[in-house]
């Protein structure tokens, strides 16, 4: 019910947006989230939006080259990633939750749905 697409292998500065698609009863009003991980590492929040859309929230790693966002009439979420970097490697997956989130509060907000990953690879 949340599929992520629009991973792959990117050039270190390059630029990659990422897309969710949530079906059945996921997506208004929930909140969405993305993170991402990499093998030996615990999963990483990167962003959130709420059920406006405004307010989203961004980890301070990825603040200013990531921006999240989302399209009600789609049932889509999106992650813009510019400026990529090697670190940024990782498997980015959406999430979901029925509670709202506004700034900081999408951070600390527990996610009971998750998709599948997608994969992005920086090179330097």
């Known amino acids: 019910q949340l599929q992520a697409s629009g991973g792959g292998l990117v050039q270190a500065g390059g630029s990659l947006r990422l897309s969710c698609a949530a079906s059945?009863?996921?997506?208004?009003?929930?909140?969405m989230g993305w993170f991402r991980q990499t093998p030996g590492k615990e999963r990483e929040f990167v962003a959130a939006?709420?059920?406006?859309?405004?307010?989203?929230y961004t980890a301070d790693s990825v603040q200013d080259r990531f921006t999240v966002s989302r399209d009600n009439a789609k049932n889509m979420v999106y992650l813009q990633m510019n400026s990529l970097k090697p670190e940024d490697t990782a498997v980015y997956s959406c999430?979901?939750?029925?509670?709202?989130?506004?700034?900081?509060?999408?951070?600390?907000?527990?996610?009971?749905?998750w998709g599948q990953g997608t994969l992005v690879t920086v090179s330097s």
């Open positions: 999430a979901a939750d029925p509670t709202d989130c506004y700034g900081y509060s999408c951070y600390l907000m527990t996610w009971n749905y």
């Open positions: 059945g009863h996921i997506f208004s009003p929930y909140s």
């Open positions: 939006v709420g059920w406006s859309g405004s307010r989203p």
